[in-house]
Structure formats: structure tokens, C-alpha cells
């Protein structure tokens, strides 16, 4: 590139960055070694000089901002979000793994156990199963673990009986024997003292049936899944136990997590700095792995390589990795477009998780603004 003189440079437009600028504002490049330019440029004032305001406007925000669902099944749901900074995104994922309450089992009373597994890991395969259950029409229990304080708003009761008979051939306990148990517990507290006269006390204290109530009347409780192994039971042993869910936080424990997995990854951006032709267009198009690229037949023997499906960019970098591809092919990410992913575990619909994410940060600003007021 020639060497100019400073007096003879062309005049800086106002009111709009320079190209390179507004790339590197907008975009991480993805170079063969490392990404470049990945920091946020956060200072109100960084672009004074030419005239652009680079302060965080709610208007601008509210007119940017948007959220299209690409994906959405039973369980799980990818959608975009557009003009959002990446903390925010990122406290939308933190919430959904730590701070969206749910439903799990978190006390398990063995009547008897005789199976090779102890006790301590068998109570932990039983928390990890996900249940069934809405956490916003359950309460949560106090710290202390009094019988009395446990009822139908806050505990949901389960009961695990299996026996394998000898002679018979290993038996597998699943998920699906887990019973719901809509009166609360049936296991009896061991008070000697009691006189036999007393009325039985269990360790729950139910003022009416679960199934009962509305919100259970057509929706039973039970596991999501039916067949996820338990133990398995060779011939003479037994399981028989109580398990007690109580609401949670996955920040307490991993259990109480409502998704598998909440991730995101900026949207790839592929384009070709110049046109690729035959030989080239096809060794473009196998060296990518993920299959972003295509071939456009131009007639008359020529073909071009296109970008067919930039969104299945990985970002492995295979197309540029030998030199000279760098020249033909500019890999980046378009810092503020999200390609956000929920995997629900199954307690509520990853569409209602987000929601429930939205609320707690909702409220959590609201909690900040009431403190500085």
C-alpha cells in the first residue's frame, strides 16, 4: 500500500464510523491463530470524534432488540436474540441453571434396603431423577425439619416397593415405580414412649389429598421419564423406602436444575472476500466439516462457491487454516446476535423457563432500583 501524506488524507465522515471501525464495533474476526477484536466497546465517549454516540439508549434498545424462535419442541428450544449485550445473555443462562426453582426429591426414608447399592448413593440416584411437577404451585419448606410443617403445599411424597424373588433372574427398578403418594407419607415416626393409645403420627402432615386439589386432578405427579434404572435387584433383595421432593434451586444443589443445559453462541457470519472458482470452489467446499459452503453451477463448465448455511458454522477454522485461504475467507461472529439453546429436564416447558428467567431478573433489578432509592 503507498505511503500518503497525512495532509492529503481524505476527510474522516461525521456522524458514521469508518468501515474497519464499525467491524470491529460489530464483529469478533476469527483469524487462523486466535479471535480478534472480542471485547465490547462500552465508553459512552469512544467515538466522539467523528461525531457517533456510543452512550446506551433505551429508545434504541426497544427499536434493536428482538427474540425469534428457531426451535421449539418438548423439551428443548433455540431461538435468537438480537441487540442484547452479552452480560445480559449471560445472566439469562446463569438464572435459568441456578435460579428457576423446581421440584425434587430431597429426603429418602429406607424402610429397607438389601441391595449392593448403599444407601447414601441410592438417595442420590433418586434426587436426580426429574419430576413431573409445576414449582409454582408449591411453596417452599422452612430450614427446619419439623413433620408438622410438612403438607400438601410443600411436600410431594413418593413410595419405592420392589422385590426380587429368589430364583428369578436380576430385576431392574425404574423411575416408573416410583408411586405418588397423594396423602403423604405412610411411614410411621418411632416414638417408644408414645403409649399405644396414641394416634399414629407419619412424617408428613397432609390437610387433604394432593390428587384432590385442582391443579392435580387431571395431571398426576410422576417422574418424566419412566425409565431411568434405579438399581437392579438380584434374587432375595428388596427396596422398600419413602422419598420426599421439596422445591429447590440449582444453586443449592444440581438436582434442583431445570435444564440440562442453557447455552448460547454468538451467530456465525462466513463471507467470501472474493470469488472462488472451480478447483478452489470445491476444495472450499471439503474442507468444511459442517457444510457451510455449496457450489453454484454458472454454466459453460464454471462453478462458484457460495455460503450456503453460515449458521452450522462451528467456527473450526478448517476452510482458512492453509495459507492463502485467510485472502479469500473472513470467518467472524456478530457480537450482539445470540443463538440461545434450553434444554429442559423436564419440569416445565422450556418456553414457560425463559419466562420464569425473565421474571427473576425482572425482579432483581427492581430489588437494586429499591435499594438506591
Request: proline share 8%.
Amino acid at each position: 500500500m503507498p505511503k500518503v501524506s497525512a495532509l492529503n488524507m481524505p476527510d474522516v465522515p461525521m456522524g458514521q464510523l469508518p468501515p474497519h471501525l464499525e467491524l470491529q464495533r460489530t464483529r469478533v474476526s476469527c483469524d487462523k491463530d486466535a479471535p480478534t477484536h472480542t471485547e465490547n466497546v462500552q465508553s459512552a465517549g469512544a467515538y466522539t470524534s467523528v461525531g457517533v454516540d456510543n452512550s446506551l439508549c433505551l429508545d434504541q434498545f426497544r427499536k434493536n432488540f428482538r427474540v425469534t424462535v428457531v426451535r421449539l419442541t418438548e423439551d428443548d428450544m433455540e431461538f435468537d436474540m438480537i441487540g442484547i449485550d452479552p452480560s445480559i445473555a449471560n445472566a439469562f443462562r446463569r438464572i435459568l441453571i441456578s435460579e428457576v426453582p423446581t421440584m425434587a426429591i430431597e429426603k429418602v426414608l429406607i424402610k429397607n434396603s438389601t441391595t449392593l447399592v448403599q444407601d447414601e448413593v441410592l438417595a442420590h440416584r433418586l434426587g436426580l431423577i426429574p419430576i413431573k411437577a409445576d414449582p409454582r404451585l408449591f411453596e417452599y419448606t422452612s430450614e427446619n425439619d419439623n413433620p408438622n410443617e410438612k403438607n400438601e403445599k410443600n411436600t410431594i411424597v413418593f413410595k419405592l416397593h420392589a422385590k426380587c424373588k429368589r430364583g428369578e433372574p436380576r430385576l431392574p427398578v425404574k423411575s416408573d415405580q416410583l408411586k405418588w403418594l397423594p396423602f403423604g407419607s405412610e411411614f410411621e415416626v418411632e416414638k417408644p414412649s408414645v403409649p399405644d393409645s396414641a394416634p399414629t403420627k407419619t412424617y408428613t402432615k397432609f390437610a387433604c389429598s394432593q390428587a384432590s386439589m385442582p391443579q392435580f386432578a387431571n395431571n398426576p405427579i410422576v417422574p418424566k421419564h419412566p425409565d431411568i434404572i434405579i438399581s437392579k435387584l438380584g434374587p432375595g433383595q428388596e427396596i422398600d423406602l419413602e422419598a420426599h421432593a421439596v422445591k429447590g434451586m440449582g444453586k443449592t444443589h444440581a438436582k434442583w436444575s431445570p435444564v440440562s443445559t442453557a447455552w448460547y453462541r454468538m451467530l456465525p457470519e462466513v463471507v467470501l472476500l472474493q470469488d472462488i472458482e472451480d478447483e478452489l470452489a470445491e476444495e472450499l467446499v471439503k474442507r468444511c466439516p459442517a457444510k457451510v459452503f455449496d457450489i453454484e453451477d454458472l454454466g459453460k463448465g464454471k462453478k462458484k462457491a457460495t455460503v450456503a448455511r453460515p449458521r452450522s458454522c462451528t467456527l473450526c477454522r478448517e476452510c482458512i487454516r492453509e495459507e492463502n485461504w485467510e485472502k479469500r475467507v473472513s470467518l467472524r461472529r456478530v457480537k450482539d446476535h445470540f443463538i440461545f439453546t434450553i434444554e429442559s429436564s423436564g419440569a416445565l416447558p422450556p418456553e414457560e423457563l425463559f419466562t420464569e428467567a425473565i421474571k427473576i431478573l425482572e425482579e432483581k433489578c427492581e430489588r437494586v432500583i429499591a435499594e438506591l432509592s
